[in-house]
C-alpha cells in the first residue's frame, strides 16, 4: 500500500482565511481524491484530484471554495476558502493506484475554525 | 435513501464473542465493496476487499449478496483491539468513485 502524509495535522484558523492542506504520496498513483469527515459522521467526497487538469467535484463542492492542485503523480493540495465554521473538519486525503485498486489514506487534517 | 446504509450501532460484544452486521447498497450497478476500520480520530484503513461472493481473512469473513444488494461482515473471536467503527464502502461502475456508509460502531468489552 501507499503511505500517504499530510500536512498540516490540524490548524485553528480565523473566519474569512484560507488554508492550503498538501497531501504528499510515497509513490507514483493514478487516483487522488480529497475528501471532508465532519464530526461523527462518515466521509464525503469533495473531488478527484486530476494530475495536469481541473478537479472533478461532486455535488455540492465548487471549485471556488474548494481549489485543488495536483502538479505530479505523488502530490495534490486541497485549499479551503474564505473559511467559516461550518467548514471545521476533517479532511482526508485519499489515493490509490488505479481505478481499481483499492483506496488508502492520509492521516487527516482537523480544522477548527473560529 | 442514502446509497450505502449501515446500523450505527453501538454493537456491544464479549471478549471472544463472534459478532456480525450487514450494509446495505441500492444502487445495483456497483461493482465491488470493502471493509474499512477506523478508529477514533484515525484515518479509514482497509480490512477487506469484496469483489465476487466474499472473503476471508483470519478471524474475519466478508460476505456479498447481490440479489438483496447486501454486504456481511463477521468477526469470529473477538479482541478488544477489533473495538473500531467498521465502514462499507462500494466503488461505483465508473471505477474510481468511492461511497462511503455511515459505519458501524463496535465495542469488545471484556
Known sequence: S???????????????TSLTIQCQVDSQVTMMFWYRQQPGQSLTLIATANQGSEATYESGFVIDKFPISRPNL?????????????????????????SYNEQFFGPGTRLTVL | ?????????????PEGATVA?????????????????????????????????????????????RA??????????????????????????????????GGTRVLVKP
Do not use: H
Not at chain 1, 505523488?74 to 488505479?98: H, Q, R
Not at chain 2, 454486504?71 to 468511492?98: E, H, Q
Open chain 1, 2 to 16: 501507499a503511505v500517504i502524509s499530510q500536512k498540516p495535522s490540524r490548524d485553528i484558523c480565523q473566519r474569512g
Open chain 2, 21 to 65: 452486521f450487514n450494509c446495505t447498497y441500492s444502487n445495483s450497478a456497483s461493482q465491488s465493496f470493502f471493509w474499512y476500520r477506523q478508529d477514533c480520530r484515525k484515518e479509514p484503513k482497509l480490512l477487506m476487499s469484496v469483489y465476487s461472493s466474499g472473503n476471508e481473512d483470519g478471524r474475519f469473513t466478508a460476505q456479498l449478496n
Open chain 1, 74 to 98: 505523488t502530490f495534490s493540495t486541497l485549499t479551503v476558502s474564505n473559511m467559516s465554521p461550518e467548514d471545521s473538519s476533517i479532511y482526508l486525503c485519499g489515493a490509490s493506484g488505479s
Open chain 2, 68 to 101: 438483496s444488494q447486501y454486504i456481511s461482515l463477521l468477526i469470529r473471536d473477538s479482541k478488544l483491539s477489533d473495538s473500531a467503527t467498521y465502514l462499507c464502502v462500494s466503488r461505483g461502475a465508473a471505477g474510481n468513485k468511492l461511497t462511503f456508509g
Open chain 2, 1 to 13: 435513501r442514502k446509497e450505502v446504509e449501515q446500523d450505527p450501532g453501538p454493537f456491544n460484544v
